[in-house]
């Protein structure tokens, strides 16, 4: 099996409207360009350094997703050419974000992290503190930032049922935040959840967004 076979095997299983983000972390540019090269545009990244040399280093029409948890400090590395900030967790860091996007000329798009999972070391907001986000005044004063949905990760065990609920939940979540907040817009669309080993799950729950990262390139070493 090559990186390209791999991609086709993932999008065969998955509704065409459920988007791909294939997770180069760690990797080295020839993997993502064989991706690449086979048609795949949308890589994730979760170390800014790391993102930072793979975006000077390849193609300019990849669409770059960052995927992990970011530093307020860091924003100002990526905010020239990110496509998708999947983890934002705070109103300080969509403040800060929000700046960065506004000394380059661009609206970034994001999308905000819950807490869905057992293990308290995973990152996220609660129903409570996204509403108080989106509720502020602040918030609504952001003209340069766009969020555009919800992203999630389970937790990590073999217990489909834990899983099942808890994207279940982020669906539901997603349901209640859109009516109460987005009215009409269609811009909040997205719900990045799923990984390697539960993307089918988060499919089955409403996922719009997988970021899958070993199945495509192969065990990771750090
Ligand atoms: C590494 C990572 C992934 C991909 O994980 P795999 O299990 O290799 O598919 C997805 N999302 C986030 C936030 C990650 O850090």
Redesign the pocket.
Known sequence: MNISENLLKIKNQIPQKVKLIA?S?TKPNEDILEAYNSGHKFF?E?KVQDLEKKYEELPKDIEWHY??HLQRNKVKNIAPFVSLI??VDSLRLLRKINEEAAKNNRTINCLLQMHIAKESAKFGLDINELKEILSSEEYSSMNRIKIVGLMG?ATYTEDKTIIKNEFDYLKKCFDEIKKEFFGKSNDFKEISMG???D?DIAVESGSTMI??????FGK?NY
């Open positions: 997770v972390k994730g979760n995927i992990g999947h983890a990760m990984m390697s080993g993307y970021r899958i990262g070993s199945i495509i990771r």
